[in-house]
């Protein structure tokens, strides 16, 4: 079962150290391991082309970490107040390499509102080679 209330409260938190200079669009993402591992990210930008988005910095920390099994993800963002933020196209396609179609990937946004959409509603034909 997903504690949403604790994904929640993690991207809260690490929303809060998006480093955004350029966009000010914080972004933060708490990503839940099979086991129950919890793996944050935030949006990190720069000045050239080369920004990376919160759900990738969660993904790759959880597999530095040698975590490959994910069951869900929760995804934050908005400059001021939380507006509907769903992954980038590079994100989704990125994510399918890890998760089947079902995983769940959750929206929390506004006043305590959330969504939730599988990875295949959001990326219908992901690349495969
Ligand atoms: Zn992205």
Do not use: W
């Not at 150290?17 to 129950?36: D, E, H, Q």
């Not at 082309?49 to 994910?70: H, L, N, P, T, W």
């Not at 769903?86 to 946004?109: L, N």
């Amino acid at each position: 079962m997903v504690d949403l209330d604790k994904l929640i409260k993690v991207a809260k938190d690490v929303r809060e150290r998006a480093y955004v200079p350029y966009s000010g669009f914080k972004v933060g993402c708490a990503l839940l391991t099979k086991n129950g591992k919890i793996f944050s990210g935030c949006n990190v930008e720069n000045h050239g082309i080369m920004a990376i988005c919160a759900e990738r910095v969660a993904f790759c920390k959880a597999i530095s970490e040698g975590e490959k099994d994910f069951e869900a993800l929760l995804v934050i963002g908005g400059k001021d107040d939380l507006i509907y933020t769903t992954p980038c196209g590079y994100c989704r396609q990125f994510i399918s390499e890890f998760c089947q179609k079902d995983f769940p990937i959750y929206m929390y946004y506004g006043d305590n509102k959330l969504d939730k959409k599988t990875l295949e509603e959001l990326l219908p034909d992901n690349f495969n080679l």
